[in-house]
């Protein structure tokens, strides 16, 4: 079945710096793919989005391309800030398809 | 635009009892879906409904069963609980516009603990 992989956190990084969290994921078909963040005490809210292979999303400075050929989403900010620090979920629909998955979501902290 | 509200935001239940959680979607959404998420996991997907219909279900037991009202508020309800339905759970609500499931917008869940 289909399924998203995303790195284990969690991930601590310094202010200022680059910041990637790795996703793949496995489906059938052409999904649409996603970023949802989760702060402290707050909702799931979506990040960015992509629909069809190349599409890259962008929100908040955060870019994440839909790369078929390594079914891969990898999501990346070149400057991050304590506000930053949230738990990242990289996330899959089909088209058509009523559910979305989930991965098992990767811890960010940002020190000053 | 009121935002998805979830109540309760935690509840206490034994094994075998029943729970009854509730979800207002936000304000011109038609679709609800309730999630569960185990801690440090990601949401595994219960079921939807759209337009009070059941539209889509993942790996639960039956036990696990809800309702959509006309007002596209939404119920969750587990039966006989067990010890592993302990978990947090979430509703989104999103506009089925018959292209497919729109942008999903959470609410901030309801934490239920099994003892």
């Known amino acids: 079945g289909n399924s998203v992989t995303q790195m284990e956190g969690p991930v601590t990084l310094s202010e200022e710096a680059f910041l990637t969290i790795n996703c793949t994921y496995t489906?059938?078909?052409?999904?649409?793919l996603f970023w949802y963040v989760q702060y402290p005490g707050e909702g799931l809210q979506l990040l960015l989005k992509?629909?069809?292979?190349?599409d890259k999303g962008s929100n908040k400075g955060f870019e994440a391309t839909y790369r078929k050929e390594t079914t891969s989403f990898h999501l990346e900010k070149g400057s991050v800030q304590v506000s930053d620090s949230a738990v990242y979920f990289c996330?899959?629909?089909?088209?058509?398809?009523?559910?979305?998955?989930f991965g098992s979501g990767t811890r960010l902290s940002i020190r000053p | 635009e009121t935002g998805v509200t979830q109540s309760p935001t935690h509840l206490i239940k034994t094994r075998g009892q029943q729970v009854t959680l509730r979800c207002s979607s936000q304000?011109?959404?038609?679709?609800v879906s309730w999630y569960q998420q185990a801690l440090g996991q990601g949401p595994q997907f219960i079921f939807q409904?759209?337009?009070?219909?059941?539209?889509g279900r993942g790996n639960f037991p039956p036990r696990f069963s809800g309702l959509q009202f006309p007002n596209y508020s939404s119920e969750l309800n587990v039966n006989a609980l067990e010890l592993d339905d302990s978990a947090l759970y979430l509703c989104?609500?999103?506009?089925?516009?018959?292209?497919?499931?729109?942008?999903?917008?959470f609410g901030e869940g309801s934490r239920l603990t099994v003892l």
């Open positions: 409904y759209y337009r009070e219909e059941e539209n």
């Open positions: 992509a629909t069809k292979a190349d």
């Open positions: 304000s011109g959404h038609n679709t």
């Open positions: 996330a899959l629909s089909d088209q058509g398809a009523s559910k979305i998955i």
């Open positions: 989104a609500s999103s506009l089925t516009s018959g292209r497919g499931t729109g942008e999903l917008f």
């Open positions: 489906a059938t078909g052409y999904p649409s």
